[in-house]
């Protein structure tokens, strides 16, 4: 079974930055295409960000694109979500994902979940 940990997100005014980072526990990290999504009380969770493995090939939700970005280190099996010039609209119980493939930006391909960290932005 592969875990997923999630850490870094937290309270933040608007127009701030928060960097989230998800640590996989699994040596074939460098193998699984990773994502982040979102999930605001009573709202579907959405796709926000994904990368795929090998080449690192990335992709956006177009409400983030320019202000957010998906990284990862393959020595640390971890992946980052690296947030600037947050609006009110960001806030979000933000989880990471894992994907056996090339890469995919839907919820429902996911293999496995992180438990979601939590990030606020107040105006």
């Known amino acids: 079974q592969i875990h997923l940990v999630e850490s870094g997100g937290g309270l933040v005014q608007s127009g701030g930055s928060l960097r989230l980072s998800c640590v996989v526990s699994d040596l074939t990290f460098n193998s699984l295409a990773m994502a982040w999504f979102r999930q605001v009380p009573g709202k579907e969770r959405e796709f926000v960000a994904a990368?795929?493995?090998?080449?690192?090939?990335?992709g956006y939700t177009d409400s983030v694109k320019g202000r957010f970005v998906i990284s990862r280190d393959d020595a640390k099996d971890t992946v980052y979500l690296q947030m600037n010039n947050l609006t009110l609209e960001d806030t979000a119980v933000y989880y990471c994902a894992a994907y056996w493939g090339s890469y995919s930006a839907a919820k429902e391909e996911m293999h496995y979940w992180g438990k979601g960290t939590p990030v606020g932005v107040s105006p």
């Open positions: 990368i795929s493995p090998v080449f690192g090939g990335v």
